[in-house]
């Protein structure tokens, strides 16, 4: 069930470029569990398109099945929207963006959705290039049906009911970055100003974009010996980088000493500034990127920021070859080929 907030709202709130307040981007009110970091996820959002003035019937919001993909109706409710069923969001987002690919695709999902039954269906998406921000909430348990283990529980960490995970946890980044992802990162709900500008970036990048934030189950998996418990995240959480995102019509200023911030520009022109804190680590280097995610998980650490970017990707639009007018706006004229062009079709079967 939802509920749909009241309309009214002070008319000197404070509005973007395009004219749209905060509230032009929110949606109905949450049901979630009081204090459950998908809401903070799900505000960050709005948050993120509220400033990059973004008009919200531009986005296609995407997700399949689990506490996580309700999240959409909590958000963006002036944007497109399909609720799929479980683990098949990457299919109908593919089937989506190959018919109309001026939209923003922002696809929302769980540990769960997207790491046990979706697993196929993202491996896909990630390999094929489909140009989304792709988004995990990720609680390391299944919240939908009582806390049970998820695909991403870390071994060895201990459920609401006390019982011990003996098996080794799938890393979604990694995953990513091994399947030839051009945008990968991870957060975590807790840290708003590291996640706004993370979803920036992926927003405007050109490509897949997979997006891990590490989202607390305040209900089931906020116990002590969780890995994906508020306090764990925050005593084991290492930044690599302090993120922020410049738009592209905005004057580029670094006041960082020489070495220490690396600008990356992204294909709208638009730049993330990176204030590094990890050594060893060049987020546009993959095999510097698998090493540091390596360390990190031999340490117990979490690690989050900007893992890697490909700053030359290529969409599937763009290894497919489809032509610039996106199908669902191609008329029969455009469609009908010529005499000549069947003629030639034809001669090539005889």
């Known amino acids: 069930m939802s509920y749909i907030k009241p309309k009214f709202r002070h008319p000197e709130l404070p509005k973007n470029e395009l004219g749209f307040s905060k509230y032009d981007y929110e949606g109905v009110i949450s049901t979630l569990c009081a204090g459950c970091g998908h809401d903070s996820i799900g505000g960050a959002i709005v948050q993120a398109c509220y400033e990059m003035n973004v008009q919200p019937h531009q986005i296609a919001k ?8 309700k999240t959409p109706a909590y958000f963006l409710s002036n944007s497109h929207g399909f609720n799929s069923v479980h683990g098949r969001m990457p299919s109908v987002a593919t089937g989506a963006n190959l018919a109309n690919k001026d939209l923003l695709y922002l696809g929302v999902s769980g540990d769960g959705d997207t790491a046990s039954i979706g ?8 390999r094929r290039g489909l140009n989304m921000t792709y988004i995990v909430m990720n609680n390391g348990c299944y919240g939908l049906t009582k806390g049970q283990d998820s695909a991403t529980a ?7 009911a006390g019982s011990e995970n003996h098996f080794a946890a799938i890393d979604l980044c990694a995953m990513a970055l091994e399947l030839g992802a051009s945008f990968v990162a991870r957060s975590f709900s807790g840290d708003k100003h590291q996640l706004i500008p993370l979803i920036k970036a992926a927003m405007s990048h050109h490509g897949f974009a997979l997006l891990d934030v590490i989202s607390p ?7 002590d010996g969780s890995t994906k418990s508020y306090d764990f995240v925050r005593e084991h959480e ?40 990890s050594s060893g680590w060049d987020p546009t280097n993959k095999t510097s990127a698998f090493n540091k995610l390596h360390d990190s998980r031999t340490k117990g650490e979490i690690l989050t920021g900007l893992i ?17 007018t996106p199908l669902n706006k191609l008329t029969e004229k455009d469609l009908m080929p010529s005499l000549d062009a069947l003629e030639a079709i034809n001669a090539d079967h005889r």
Do not use: R
């Open 62 to 69: 995407l997700s399949g099945i689990g506490c996580s993909s």
């Open 119 to 126: 697993m196929g269906q993202f491996v896909h998406a990630v």
């Open 154 to 160: 870390d071994a060895g960490s201990i459920s609401k």
């Open 217 to 223: 189950c305040v209900t089931f998996n906020n116990n």
């Open 238 to 277: 290492i930044a690599l980088s302090e993120v922020g995102y410049v738009p592209h019509k905005t004057e580029i200023t670094v006041d960082y000493n020489e070495g220490d911030s690396k600008m990356v520009e992204l294909h709208d022109g638009s730049y993330m500034q990176l204030h590094k804190l």
């Open 308 to 324: 890697y970017i490909d700053t030359e990707s290529q969409d599937l639009h763009d290894v497919i070859k489809t032509c610039k």
